[in-house]
């Protein structure tokens, strides 16, 4: 491996990682005047949030929505925030809102927007004796501060069985809430969930035209501009630690750097195995469970042509939502999952992606993809890609002209746990990280911090602010 080219082996602060938590990190000591390096084990910046090309079609990785959409000029949000301590306008980052999701159940759908009335109006329509208890509800997490550093764990199901006591409305509130940020198997914190909710249901989904590249290339050239030096392909192999101080880095090509602090964003349990006075298994117990796999598919023509209006659809096929590990040798869970249609988005009317787009996600198992060799791996992939499209298109609108799907696809590609673990490094491919959260952002070496996913911030806006939370609170 080349040698980085590095022009010091000193540094004020070093950040493990170029996902959306290291780069706002980043910006905001840059900001500040101070010294940063950013390093970043791939080509790519994003981490969990990226993109690639395949025959020249650009594919997101993990956005689906940003979530915590605000229109401009709504003050005291979390996006208004982390834009102003980023230094980047609203308009940069061309948010288009949803037109609308669901939420699909066998025996029961709910519609939702960015206006939560729609939400509350559903759940009045659909179980008129729980409509006070889910206001009570929405009035509770409205006050709560989910941002705030401190505090033990409080069970989320506890808390919603509080104010509703019908099992279904529970599950599919739960549903969403959970795909898009609980590492917990059933259950998850009660802070956690009230994030999720907020950035969901109160405030809600919108995309950047060009997708997730365009918060990347903000961050990026924000980071720059301000003189912070970022390397990539340039990981991380060791952390050595002394006196309970982080004291250098060993990086993969056995390039040593010193700095007067450290920003994790490798992952809780990731970092701790980095640290060279723990053992290997060091927060076993911690390890995060839950991976994912995704088919994404470019097809002919627009979803509204089919009679396809969601733009995200939350389905569960099961009596009960059941959000666990899939079982080993079972490799994907089909039952429930996420259906994302990026070209519904309220792009303007003068603009729309070229060619239409599917993505389907559902649960996996990481050591069952990661066992495979190479030929089977191609194998099952193609096997589950036809599975879960059959699963996709049962919740979607039977073709209006008749055609068969298949004859309308131009391209597809799907990514497995494998996949996720390659790019991202979390162990068991567990892309929500570990279940127990570090809210402080504080590891067991005290100029060594942790900030993103298990840090507790979750989405895109979520691992942003986390990124300069730790950085206000500790490094500035």
């Not at 993109?51 to 401009?72: C, Q, W």
């Not at 590990?325 to 309220?346: A, F, H, K, Q």
């Amino acid at each position: 491996m080349a040698a980085p080219s590095l022009p010091q082996t000193h540094y004020e602060t070093i950040i493990i990682g170029a996902g959306m938590a290291g780069l706002a990190a980043g910006i905001r000591l840059a900001l500040a005047g101070r010294e940063v390096l950013i390093l970043e084990r791939h080509n790519a910046s994003g981490g969990l949030n990226s993109f690639y090309s395949i025959e020249g079609r650009k594919y997101d990785v993990g956005l689906h929505a940003m979530t915590n959409y605000v229109p401009k000029g709504t003050k005291g949000t979390p996006l208004i925030k982390l834009l102003r301590q980023l230094r980047i306008p609203y308009d940069a980052l061309d948010l288009c809102p949803q037109y609308g999701s669901r939420i699909a159940f066998p025996s029961c759908g709910l519609r939702f927007s960015n206006d939560f009335a729609l939400l509350e109006s559903e759940v009045a329509a659909n179980f008129p004796d729980q409509i006070d208890g889910f206001r009570t509800l929405a009035s509770e997490i409205r006050e709560m501060n989910p941002f705030q550093l401190e505090g033990g764990r409080a069970s989320a199901r506890e808390a919603v069985q509080r104010h509703i006591n019908d099992p279904l409305l529970e599950d599919m509130i739960f549903c969403p809430v959970m795909y898009y940020g609980s590492a917990e198997e059933h259950d998850m914190d009660y802070g956690q969930f009230a994030i999720m909710f907020r950035s969901l249901f109160f405030e809600g989904f919108a995309r950047p035209f060009e997708g997730v590249r365009v918060v990347i290339r903000l961050l990026q050239d924000q980071f720059r501009s301000l003189g912070g030096l970022r390397k990539m392909k340039c990981g991380v192999r060791s952390i050595h630690a002394e006196k309970g101080r982080a004291t250098a880095l060993t990086l993969d090509d056995v390039t040593r750097l010193s700095a007067n602090r450290v920003l994790s964003t490798a992952g809780s349990v990731e970092t701790t195995r980095l640290c060279d006075d723990q053992n290997e298994d060091a927060q076993a117990g911690n390890m995060g469970q839950l991976s994912f796999s995704e088919t994404i598919t470019a097809f002919e023509g627009q979803p509204k042509e089919l009679g396809w209006e969601d733009t995200i659809i939350f389905f569960n096929t099961r009596e009960r939502f059941h959000y666990a590990r899939v079982p080993s040798s079972e490799e994907v869970d089909p039952t429930s999952g996420v259906i994302c249609l990026p070209n519904n988005y309220d792009y303007g009317d003068d603009r729309q992606l070229e060619e239409g787009f599917l993505r389907v996600t559902a649960m996996a198992n990481h050591d069952d993809w990661c066992a495979l060799n190479e030929q089977d791996y191609t194998a099952r992939k193609e096997y589950w890609y036809a599975q879960l499209m059959q699963v996709a298109l049962a919740q979607l609108p039977a073709l209006p002209d008749g055609k068969n799907f298949g004859e309308r696809i131009l391209a597809k590609d799907m990514f497995t746990p494998r996949t996720v673990r390659k790019f991202t490094g979390h162990l068991n491919g567990a892309i929500y990280g570990a279940t127990d959260k570090q809210k402080d952002g504080t590891t067991h070496l005290e100029n060594l911090y942790l900030a993103g996913t298990d840090q507790g911030f979750l989405g895109i806006t979520g691992a942003m602010l986390s990124g300069i939370s730790i950085a206000i609170r500790y490094l500035l």
